[in-house]
């Protein structure tokens, strides 16, 4: 099983970036999908979620309206479209592909910086 995170990188505020998580070794399609972030200091919180056939998505309040979460069944990828990114948005940002009670699977996750 694997989950590779690309697409991080140093933005300046205001700036966009598009995640993406390449997944392999399990059938990606059953699986909810999930964006988590990492603040230094901080705990692991939940940023974007979408379901195994990708009708629903659930985001978290603080980006709301600004990162948007798909995925391509077809590619095994799920993305994380960040727009108007603010400072406080910098973390490791990583995916995670689960099924309900399971733990499931995490990437290694990719540093995204907001700084001008």
């Known amino acids: 099983v694997q989950l590779v995170e690309s697409g991080g990188g140093l933005v300046q505020p205001g700036g966009a970036l598009r995640l993406s998580c390449a997944a392999s070794?399990?059938?990606?399609?059953?699986?909810?999908m999930r964006w988590y972030r990492q603040a230094p200091g901080k705990e692991r919180e939940l940023v974007a979620a979408i379901t195994s056939a990708g009708g629903i998505t659930t985001y978290a309040d603080a980006i709301k309206g600004r990162f948007t979460i798909s995925r391509d069944n077809a590619k095994n990828t799920v993305h994380l479209q960040m727009n108007s990114l603010k400072p406080e948005d910098t973390a490791v940002y990583y995916c995670?592909?689960?099924?309900?009670?399971?733990?499931?699977?995490w990437g290694q996750g990719t540093q995204v910086t907001v700084s001008s």
């Open positions: 070794g399990f059938t990606f399609s059953s699986y909810g």
């Open positions: 995670n592909a689960r099924r309900p009670g399971e733990t499931g699977y």
